[in-house]
């Protein structure tokens, strides 16, 4: 079983910078892979980034490319969301997850979530 626990949200103005953080424990998700999605209220739960295990192979959608930054740390059971230029478009809570499988993860079917943390863009 993986718990993961997620920190780091908060109020920022547009333009800004936030770093969310996402702590596995539980058991070492160090070959998994771990991502990134947000949720407004009444929609859906979508993808927003993805790093394999190796910490070399990563993935973001077209929202996030170029503004926002996913990283891991192994030795730490961490994985980061370092988030640059933000928009009050990216109001939402977001939510850490992790999976064996990267498929299933990138389909929004991960094995484990983490319990999300709110991220507040004023403009």
């Known amino acids: 079983q993986v718990q993961l626990v997620e920190s780091g949200g908060g109020l920022v103005q547009a333009g800004g910078s936030l770093r969310l953080s996402c702590a596995a424990s539980g058991r070492t998700v160090s070959t998994y892979t771990m991502g990134w999605f947000r949720q407004s209220p009444g929609k859906q739960r979508e993808f927003v980034a993805s790093?394999?295990?190796?910490?070399?192979?990563?993935n973001y959608a077209d929202s996030a490319k170029g503004r926002f930054t996913i990283s891991r740390d192994n030795f730490k059971n961490t994985v980061y969301l370092q988030m640059n230029r933000l928009k009050p478009e990216d109001t939402d809570v977001y939510y850490c997850a992790a999976d064996p499988n990267t498929a299933e993860l990138r389909n929004g079917a991960p094995d484990y979530w983490g319990q999300g943390t709110q991220v507040t863009v004023s403009s």
């Open positions: 790093i394999r295990w190796t910490g070399i192979s990563t």
